[in-house]
């Protein structure tokens, strides 16, 4: 089976950066991409920004400008959050797509005060 373990979330106030962590494990015969996901409170979730096998990136317009996604490795990704706002607050989940299949992480909260 595969997981995905998320670190880095907490409470930061307006302006101030946060680094998220996620790092996979399990039988992975290919990952198509890894990405992050954010949900805020009776919403679904949506997509913040996603890295390709062969570093390709992707971010929501919100984003960007602000938020870098990166990986050091095969199995791990990161997400650097700068100059956050308080409607960044959600619940942020970790992503990896393979073979059309999605794995989630247990997510992480992330809180930006005014």
């Known amino acids: 089976q595969v997981q995905l373990v998320e670190s880095g979330g907490g409470l930061v106030q307006a302006g101030g950066s946060l680094r998220l962590s996620c790092a996979a494990s399990g039988r992975i015969f290919r990952i198509d991409y890894m990405g992050w996901y954010r949900q805020y409170p009776g919403n679904e979730r949506e997509l913040v920004a996603t890295?390709?096998?062969?570093?390709?990136t992707n971010y929501a317009d919100s984003v960007k400008g602000r938020f870098t996604i990166s990986r050091d490795n095969a199995k791990k990704v990161y997400l650097q959050m700068n100059s956050l706002k308080p409607e960044d607050t959600a619940v942020y989940y970790c992503?990896?797509?393979?073979?059309?299949?999605?794995?989630w992480g247990q997510g992480t909260q992330v809180t930006v005060s005014s």
């Open positions: 992503n990896l797509r393979s073979f059309w299949n999605d794995y």
């Open positions: 890295i390709t096998e062969g570093g390709t």
